[in-house]
């Protein structure tokens, strides 16, 4: 649950996340490309039967898809959508990996911060399933400086990618 404080600070933050979701204010090539190819798709993709009418859980499928990692490691409990998505774009993927590893990060996960680091410095990439849990919020502001991060209210993305700056995007996802 979300401090007061918190709560406040984020629902003031939701006009200038919906401005920077629109693209505005985005210079990156690729950041630019991953907020509205991928974050704000409304495109339909042939997987979504299996993954479920979950937002999230389809946003998922999304990023594996596009960040194509080789691997995912699955730390915390994860919801039966959330593991189709995984599978789903693990097995779309699996011919032309584009990262080394990626990893789930939960609730109630107990995946190290060195750990994510070392992911993140390797090219990797992380996803944070729900931001609103304190757990979460704390490995997330202690690593999203190690890569282009891409931060909303519920779900952020890290991707460590060595010819992309280190920057923060504040989103709404």
Same mark, same amino acid.
């Given at each position: 649950?979300?401090? %007061? ?5 984020? /629902? ?9 979701? =629109? *693209?505005?204010?985005?210079? #990156? ?8 190819? /991928? ?18 859980? =389809?946003?998922? &499928? =999304? ?34 990996? @584009?990262?080394?590893?990626? +990893? ?6 107990? /995946?190290?911060?060195? &750990? ?10 992380? +996803? ?13 502001? @202690? /690593? &999203? =400086?190690?890569?282009? #991060? ?9 991707? *460590?990618?060595?010819?992309? %700056?280190? @920057? ?6």
């Amino acid at each position: 649950m979300m401090k %007061p404080a918190a709560w406040i600070k984020a /629902v003031a933050s939701i006009p200038l996340r919906a401005w920077r979701t =629109r *693209g505005f204010g985005i210079h #990156s090539p690729f950041a630019f490309k991953f907020v509205n190819d /991928v974050l704000r798709c409304r495109n339909a993709y042939y997987a979504y039967s299996t993954i479920g009418t979950s937002a999230a859980d =389809r946003r998922l &499928y =999304r990023i594996l898809l596009h960040l194509a990692p080789s691997a995912v490691v699955r730390s915390g409990p994860l919801s039966p959508g959330q593991h189709a998505a995984i599978d789903a774009a693990l097995s779309d993927t699996a011919a032309s990996p @584009q990262c080394h590893k990626a +990893v789930i990060v939960s609730p109630g996960s107990i /995946v190290g911060i060195a &750990y994510i680091k070392r992911i993140l410095a390797d090219g990797g990439c992380a +996803v944070f399933t729900d931001l609103r849990k304190p757990d979460c919020a704390e490995i997330f502001s @202690q /690593v &999203y =400086r190690c890569g282009m #991060s891409f931060s909303g209210i519920r779900q952020a993305v890290i991707t *460590g990618r060595p010819s992309l %700056p280190h @920057q923060k995007f504040d989103v709404l996802i």
